[in-house]
């Protein structure tokens, strides 16, 4: 048994259960034993090691709830043809988007993609992010997705961070499937998804559920088909045109439903009724230059819980800071600040069918833990291109330290 004492916590910021929100508490210590948090509170005596927070601000690790690692390049120069005015949808139709980024894992060995996605991780970890769900879909073949998913299992098997694998063998309609796009759905639902739940690499089941991707009846048969072999669904949801696909999040009782940035009237209601968790990606909206962000005031009057996370992906989004995300979050999403916290941490891990391990500093769960380089909550929102961290502690060990 070990013991980890931190003291000198000027604040310690923390979704709390009893009260159903994010508290402050000042001036306090944390106990932690092993991977655990054994106690809060004052006086709490000697422990093996001892970290001296310098009345700085202590938060939970980040919980990246959605997220594209497994591939080689970044499609930049798609940033400078956005910039020149061409759409998202009009690159994707001209060879660019997903698609591009396929031939690049197609080609790559496992090997090579292990070194790339570990470097991302480790990146992620220095940022505060201690767990992170991570998504295969740039394969889009049996053996392409069978080897991202085997990339994700064997990074998690050598790395501290915790990563949440999801299966997405529909992100995208590979090349060869053009004008028969029932028989790549067909392929997923009877040989993908049977081997992948057989490997028993992935948790979630993810389809991109959009106008010129998969329709409707195809997302619902693709997710139906995942549940029958243990996949749990989520989804990307009315991203760019309002398909329904909040609905269906609901009919098929998604854990979540991400993106919503052209969620409908009827979508905000039914999700208001349902347990489905909105997860926003205020990164994307921004990273694309549009300016139609989701509707985060409505939903949350709709009674809807709502997590934010990166959507780290080489084409649309190429950010993997949580703090800048929160940023965002607050300037574009015009979420309160310490929603913002709640949503990165709590809602996050909830999204994820993990709260009751992760997303908070409460006695029982896993320490991971952010210490800060500054005192207070609002300077994680302000700071926007540069948010210090001192320490990040994983599952109770302090692994980056000044
Ligand atoms: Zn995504």
Redesign the pocket.
């Known amino acids: 048994m070990s013991t980890l004492k931190l003291f000198n916590i000027g604040q310690l910021v923390t979704y709390n259960t009893p009260s159903d929100s994010i508290e402050t508490f000042f001036d306090i210590e944390v106990m932690i034993e092993n991977s655990q948090i054994k106690e809060i509170g004052n006086g709490l005596g000697i422990a093996d090691e001892m970290i001296d927070c310098k009345n700085n601000l202590v938060t939970p690790g980040f919980v990246d709830s ?3 690692p497994v591939f080689i390049d970044s499609r930049d120069d798609e940033f400078l043809r956005r910039l020149g005015g061409e759409s998202y949808e009009s690159i994707a139709e001209n060879g660019g988007g997903i698609v591009k980024s396929i031939q690049g894992v197609r080609e790559a060995t496992e090997s090579q993609l292990i070194d790339l996605v570990k470097k991302r991780m480790d990146r992620f970890l220095k940022l505060g992010t201690t767990t992170i769900e991570a ?1 295969s ?1 740039y394969g889009l073949n049996m053996e392409s997705e069978l080897k991202s998913l085997s990339v994700l299992d064997k990074v998690q098997k050598e790395h501290a961070i915790d990563i949440v694998p999801t299966f ?1 063998g529909a ?1 995208s309609f590979p090349p060869n499937f053009v004008n028969r796009e029932q028989d790549y759905v067909d392929l997923i639902c009877n040989e993908m998804i049977p081997e992948v739940a057989k490997q028993g690499i992935a948790k979630f089941n ?1 389809v ?1 559920c959009e106008k010129g991707y998969f329709t409707i009846d195809q997302t619902r048969q693709i997710l139906r088909k995942g549940l029958d072999y243990g996949l749990k669904p989520r989804l ?1 949801a009315d991203e760019f045109y309002s398909t329904g696909s909040a609905e269906l999040a609901v009919e098929i009782q998604a854990s979540s439903a ?2 919503l940035m052209a969620i409908s009237e009827e979508g905000i209601k039914r999700m208001g009724k349902s347990n489905v968790i909105a997860t926003l ?1 205020p990164g ?1 909206t921004f990273f694309l230059g549009k300016t139609e962000y989701a509707p985060y005031q409505d939903l949350y009057d709709a009674g809807i819980n709502v997590a934010i996370a990166s ?1 780290y ?1 080489p084409g ?2 190429f950010i993997q800071s949580m703090p800048f995300i929160i940023s965002l979050a607050c300037i574009y999403l015009k979420i309160p600040l310490l929603e913002a916290i709640k949503a990165s941490t709590y809602t996050a891990a909830k999204s994820l069918l993990l709260e009751n391990k992760i997303g908070s500093i409460e006695t029982g769960k896993n320490a991971d833990i952010i210490v800060w380089g500054f005192p207070k909550i609002e300077q994680i929102a302000s700071m926007v291109s540069h948010q210090p961290i001192d320490i990040v502690i994983k599952n109770g060990k302090p692994l980056i330290t000044p």
Do not use: V
């Open positions: 959605h997220t594209h998504k879909g997405m992100h993810d991109f990307h991400d993106h990606l994307t959507d992906n649309s989004c």
